[in-house]
């Protein structure tokens, strides 16, 4: 005790001695001998790194590509699908993704002061383009998150048609509102929520590696949830996979229509072939788009409505208003307990006036926000409306372009692919033979 | 069949334009991105000392194992003080090196006697970078006195996380983006007295330093 008194009227003494040049610090000795010298910081990481993950994640499109849609061989893409597991997973411990590139891609957009590196925009855009052009070949084979579910799809049963189209706008509003949170340098939502990053790492969240064994549990049973119900850039992908030049085809020739492949789909992405609608069907199909095409502007409206009430929760995320609050509360005499964030508030004599301005600010920005947010939900659910009511023909089995992963489970149970590999004999030559 | 063959015409048509115009859509994205990089540099993750309050979270909340946050000393600011606040747990025994003295968990701060002048003997503590676990009590001990001791980022370790796990766990919000090519934030102080050193010849090492950090 007495030591401790020793120290801290040393330290008084020290303080009230101090010379002039550093104010009231302790002065640096002038030593005769001995130089003071100037502490070193290693310089920035190499950049080589970002470029190796640049030229894997190339490769490994080119190959689950190759292996898709050429050589049709699920045995490959399932082993890429591991060894994209392992080395995008664990060894690069999942980061950086090109899911979690959006919203770096968003804040550079929205705030200039930001500078994306070049190997992150084209970590961002090679998946987009290689799915507009060839499918999703990176959910089947590139992307550790696709792969550690993929090889627990294996009781699938089929969600029903409605929960899987209502659950499917997920992805969009998660887009929506983690590019406005990225783009105002909020939160990095996709990241903090990423569930699986925690396996990769093998420390992490508590809370998230529940939500993460929770998302294999459940997908055991219902294949894939995070990339069909979750994932942002799942959405993205899924647009442009529509647009497709070249998407797997589930025959390698003519379909013969016997169905085998539809029960196999883990993720219930393919379609039936339509018959042939009646005339009265045709007329309420029209009547029926008329009336989505009439309500959609309502929709959209109606959310934007909603949009201004979003702004004060959205804004609880952000650390600044999060710090007003508990300043304000404190000096209110409400909680009697103190947040490191209110300790070191308090410890910086930063007056609390000019918090509660720059939280303020913060809370009308959001306000913006909330509204914008509002009418992306609105678009979203008005242009699903659109598309339910609007009706393709198909004369055989397809892929459904938008929810198809390109996963390849269907190739093996096509006869038609048997007949392709030599396995089984065509059984129309077999006819002609006998 | 001719409407039907018409029709696929058109739905050609469309998903071509569209394709096309997505390719191009992200390809100019690309291209502006990219050409924006040209006028500055890339950013990365830093902690203001100045904000700093040493509560360790920096030890804990890195995703690597071993943090990427680690302790720098600032001679300039040091006082090289025999009885040092930020070397010396407020229970320590005697003066010595023993373990049980010192306030580092690791053991990470080197002593050394460097003079002795007007009856005052003067030590030089430098930090361990290996051993250093960047848990900020000498920080917090240190800022009793002269705060020569601060936490930095140091970019041969930090991976530069999207989310930065220790940004988001900092009371004090001391997590900046910096400029790659300046990535270090000096306290204000440690700042103008390397500024002054830099005008100094003889110090090139003060002006590698300089070259380091950015400016507030």
Same mark, same amino acid.
């Given at each position: 005790? =007495?030591?401790?008194?020793?120290?801290?009227?040393?330290?008084?003494?020290?303080?009230?001695?101090?010379?002039?040049?550093?104010?009231?610090?302790?002065?640096?000795?002038?030593?005769?001998?001995?130089?003071?010298?100037?502490?070193?910081?290693? =310089?920035?990481?190499?950049?080589?790194?970002?470029?190796?993950?640049?030229?894997?994640?190339?490769?490994?499109?080119?190959?689950?590509?190759?292996?898709?849609?050429?050589?049709? =061989?699920?045995?490959?893409?399932?082993?890429?699908?591991?060894?994209?597991?392992?080395?995008?997973?664990?060894?690069?411990?999942?980061?950086?993704?090109?899911?979690?590139?959006?919203?770096?891609?968003?804040?550079?957009?929205?705030?200039?002061?930001?500078?994306?590196?070049?190997?992150?925009?084209?970590?961002?855009?090679?998946?987009?383009?290689?799915?507009?052009?060839?499918?999703?070949?990176?959910?089947?084979?590139?992307?550790?998150?696709?792969?550690?579910?993929?090889?627990?799809?294996?009781?699938?049963?089929?969600?029903?048609?409605?929960?899987?189209?209502?659950?499917?706008?997920?992805?969009?509003?998660?887009?929506?509102?983690?590019?406005?949170?990225?783009?105002?340098?909020?939160?990095?939502?996709?990241?903090?929520?990423?569930?699986?990053?925690?396996?990769?790492?093998?420390?992490?969240?508590?809370?998230?590696?529940?939500?993460?064994?929770?998302?294999?549990?459940?997908?055991?049973?219902?294949?894939?949830?995070?990339?069909?119900?979750?994932?942002?850039?799942?959405?993205?992908?899924?647009?442009?996979?529509?647009?497709?030049?070249?998407?797997?085809?589930?025959?390698?020739?003519?379909?013969?229509?016997?169905?085998?492949?539809?029960?196999?789909?883990?993720?219930?992405?393919?379609?039936?072939?339509?018959?042939?609608?009646?005339?009265?069907?045709?007329?309420?199909?029209?009547?029926?788009?008329?009336?989505?095409?009439?309500?959609?502007?309502?929709?959209?409206?109606?959310?934007?409505?909603?949009?201004?009430?979003?702004?004060?929760?959205?804004?609880?995320?952000?650390?600044?208003?999060?710090?007003?609050?508990?300043?304000?509360?404190?000096?209110?005499?409400?909680?009697?307990?103190?947040?490191?964030?209110?300790?070191?508030?308090?410890?910086?004599?930063?007056?609390?006036?000019?918090?509660?301005?720059?939280?303020?600010?913060?809370?009308?920005?959001?306000?913006?926000?909330?509204?914008?947010?509002?009418?992306?939900?609105?678009?979203?659910?008005?242009?699903?409306?659109?598309?339910? =009511?609007?009706?393709?023909?198909?004369?055989?089995?397809?892929?459904?372009?938008?929810?198809?992963?390109?996963?390849?489970?269907?190739?093996?149970?096509?006869?038609?692919?048997?007949?392709?590999?030599?396995?089984?004999?065509?059984?129309?030559?077999?006819?002609?033979?006998? | 069949?001719?409407?039907?063959?018409?029709?696929?015409?058109?739905?050609?048509?469309?998903?071509?334009?569209?394709?096309?115009?997505?390719?191009?859509?992200?390809?100019?994205?690309?291209?502006?991105?990219?050409?924006?990089?040209?006028?500055?540099?890339?950013?990365?993750?830093?902690?203001?000392?100045?904000?700093?309050?040493?509560?360790?979270?920096?030890?804990?909340?890195?995703?690597?194992?071993?943090?990427?946050?680690?302790?720098?000393?600032?001679?300039?600011?040091?006082?090289?003080?025999?009885?040092?606040?930020?070397?010396?747990?407020?229970?320590?025994?005697?003066?010595?090196?023993?373990?049980?003295?010192?306030?580092?968990?690791?053991?990470?701060?080197?002593?050394?006697?460097?003079?002795?002048?007007?009856?005052?003997?003067?030590?030089?503590?430098?930090?361990?970078?290996?051993?250093?676990?960047?848990?900020?009590?000498?920080?917090?001990?240190?800022?009793?006195?002269?705060?020569?001791?601060?936490?930095?980022?140091?970019?041969?370790?930090?991976?530069?996380?999207?989310?930065?796990?220790?940004?988001?766990?900092?009371?004090?919000?001391?997590?900046?983006?910096?400029?790659?090519?300046?990535?270090?934030?000096?306290?204000?102080?440690?700042?103008?007295?390397?500024?002054?050193?830099?005008?100094?010849?003889?110090?090139?090492?003060?002006?590698?330093?300089?070259?380091?950090?950015?400016?507030?």
């Amino acid at each position: 005790m =007495s030591r401790r008194c020793g120290l801290a009227a040393l330290g008084l003494f020290l303080v009230l001695s101090a010379g002039s040049v550093l104010g009231e610090l302790i002065p640096t000795p002038d030593f005769s001998q001995h130089p003071i010298p100037t502490s070193s910081v290693p =310089s920035a990481a190499e950049t080589a790194r970002e470029y190796v993950d640049v030229v894997s994640l190339a490769l490994a499109l080119g190959l689950a590509t190759y292996w898709a849609l050429v050589t049709r =061989s699920r045995r490959s893409l399932f082993l890429l699908s591991i060894s994209a597991l392992v080395w995008f997973g664990f060894v690069r411990k999942g980061c950086v993704c090109p899911i979690g590139a959006t919203q770096n891609i968003a804040l550079a957009i929205f705030q200039p002061a930001y500078v994306v590196p070049l190997s992150m925009v084209i970590l961002f855009v090679l998946p987009l383009l290689v799915t507009l052009f060839f499918g999703r070949t990176f959910c089947a084979a590139v992307c550790p998150l696709g792969a550690v579910q993929e090889l627990v799809a294996v009781r699938s049963v089929r969600v029903p048609g409605w929960l899987h189209h209502a659950l499917s706008l997920i992805p969009f509003v998660y887009l929506g509102a983690a590019v406005l949170f990225a783009a105002t340098g909020t939160a990095f939502l996709i990241c903090r929520y990423d569930p699986f990053v925690a396996f990769f790492r093998l420390n992490g969240n508590a809370n998230l590696v529940i939500f993460g064994v929770c998302l294999l549990v459940i997908g055991v049973f219902v294949g894939r949830p995070y990339c069909r119900y979750l994932c942002p850039y799942g959405a993205l992908l899924g647009i442009l996979s529509r647009y497709s030049r070249w998407h797997v085809r589930i025959p390698p020739d003519k379909c013969i229509n016997c169905r085998l492949c539809e029960d196999v789909c883990p993720y219930g992405a393919i379609d039936r072939p339509t018959v042939d609608p009646t005339p009265a069907d045709v007329a309420r199909g029209r009547q029926r788009l008329a009336a989505v095409l009439l309500t959609a502007p309502l929709i959209v409206v109606a959310f934007a409505l909603l949009g201004t009430r979003l702004g004060g929760p959205l804004s609880l995320l952000d650390p600044e208003v999060q710090l007003a609050e508990q300043v304000r509360r404190e000096e209110l005499g409400l909680t009697a307990t103190t947040t490191d964030a209110s300790d070191a508030f308090r410890a910086a004599r930063r007056p609390a006036s000019e918090l509660y301005a720059a939280a303020g600010a913060r809370r009308d920005r959001f306000g913006h926000l909330g509204i914008a947010l509002g009418v992306w939900v609105g678009l979203v659910l008005a242009v699903k409306l659109v598309s339910l =009511s609007v009706h393709g023909s198909r004369s055989e089995y397809e892929p459904n372009r938008t929810g198809c992963v390109s996963c390849g489970r269907c190739f093996w149970y096509c006869p038609v692919e048997q007949v392709r590999l030599g396995l089984i004999q065509d059984p129309a030559e077999r006819m002609e033979s006998t | 069949m001719a409407s039907s063959s018409q029709d696929s015409n058109r739905r050609d048509f469309l998903v071509n334009g569209v394709r096309v115009a997505g390719a191009l859509t992200f390809g100019s994205l690309a291209g502006f991105l990219a050409g924006r990089k040209g006028h500055a540099a890339e950013n990365v993750w830093q902690l203001d000392p100045d904000k700093c309050i040493g509560c360790s979270n920096c030890a804990t909340y890195c995703v690597l194992d071993e943090s990427a946050v680690k302790c720098v000393q600032c001679f300039d600011m040091c006082g090289y003080c025999d009885i040092c606040t930020g070397y010396f747990d407020v229970n320590y025994n005697a003066l010595t090196t023993a373990a049980e003295n010192q306030l580092c968990p690791t053991g990470a701060v080197i002593r050394k006697f460097v003079e002795e002048k007007a009856g005052q003997r003067f030590y030089e503590y430098t930090i361990d970078l290996e051993t250093c676990i960047g848990c900020g009590k000498c920080v917090k001990g240190c800022a009793l006195m002269n705060g020569s001791l601060y936490l930095q980022v140091m970019h041969d370790r930090c991976v530069n996380c999207n989310e930065c796990a220790i940004a988001k766990a900092c009371p004090s919000q001391a997590y900046v983006r910096l400029p790659a090519d300046r990535p270090y934030l000096l306290k204000q102080l440690a700042f103008t007295l390397l500024e002054a050193k830099a005008r100094d010849p003889a110090h090139g090492e003060a002006r590698a330093l300089m070259n380091k950090v950015s400016r507030r």
